[in-house]
């Protein structure tokens, strides 16, 4: 079981003669068994926040703190049994399967994940596409591959940007449900999200606008 917290986040970008600051001091704690969902405008700094969570960026100012099983540990030295990102643009392998995709996590950590693998496809309606490449499936579908991958080593830390944004409701809803109960079993949950049936699962909603963060869903 593990949480994290933030302290005073800052992340700033170049752009042109310019300088965007995407993240404006973000005090960010969610602890384990906790789903938090994360609401903004388009540009508000949430893709970025979880970039700088996952280790993908670094922050200008500002800590970033990892609790229990992972005390002392950086998010950039993880694997994904510890930290799991659904990334907004996905991220799938190309050429691998979309069960290889799922399975990926598995391969990297050494561990037969078969069973696990295939359950979580015919959760989420997949499995007669198990054998089908990234390019063969539709945006929705890729997107649930993405939410497969995450789960399939049950990370103690979720990480996922708006992973229901390309599904109508039932798919959504087996998708949640999944992130739900995975927060259910312990994990730290974050997700950034544009949909209702999100926060309705979550157990706090967090609004970002301009990198800056406050509690309640916005007004
Ligand atoms: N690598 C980058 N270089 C320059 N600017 C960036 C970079 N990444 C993000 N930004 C800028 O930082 C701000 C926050 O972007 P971010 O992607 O975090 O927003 P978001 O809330 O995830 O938006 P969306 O809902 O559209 O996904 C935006 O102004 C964006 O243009
Ligand atoms: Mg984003």
Do not use: I
């Not at 996590?105 to 295939?118: F, I, M, N, S």
């Not at 539709?138 to 103690?156: K, N, Y």
């Not at 409701?169 to 109960?181: F, Y």
């Not at 994990?187 to 301009?210: F, I, K, Q």
């Amino acid at each position: 079981m593990s949480g994290f917290r933030t302290t005073g986040l800052v992340k700033r970008f170049a752009r042109g003669v310019e300088t965007v600051t995407a993240l404006d001091g973000v005090d960010l704690a969610v602890a384990p068994g906790e789903f938090v969902a994360l609401v903004g405008p388009s540009g508000s700094g949430k893709s970025t926040l979880l970039a700088v969570l996952c280790g993908w960026e670094t922050p200008d100012e500002g800590a970033l703190t990892l609790d229990g099983d992972l005390a002392g540990r950086r998010p950039d030295a993880l694997g994904w049994a510890e930290l799991a990102l659904v990334p907004q643009a996905l991220g799938l392998v190309a050429d691998l399967s979309l069960a290889d995709n799922v399975l990926l996590p598995a391969r990297l950590r050494g561990v037969d994940e078969h069973d696990r693998a295939g359950e979580l496809l015919a959760g989420f309606g997949l499995a007669h596409l198990a054998d089908r490449y990234p390019h063969q499936a539709s945006l929705g579908e890729q997107q649930r591959v993405a939410v497969a991958r995450a789960l399939l080593l049950r990370p103690a830390v979720l990480l996922a940007d708006e992973p229901t944004a390309h599904q109508d409701r039932g798919h959504a809803d087996r998708l949640l449900d999944a992130v739900r109960q995975r927060a259910d079993d312990g994990a730290a949950v974050l997700l950034a999200t544009h949909d209702e049936l999100a926060w309705a699962r979550a157990d706090r909603v967090l609004s970002m606008r301009d990198g800056r963060l406050t509690e309640g869903a916005p007004s």
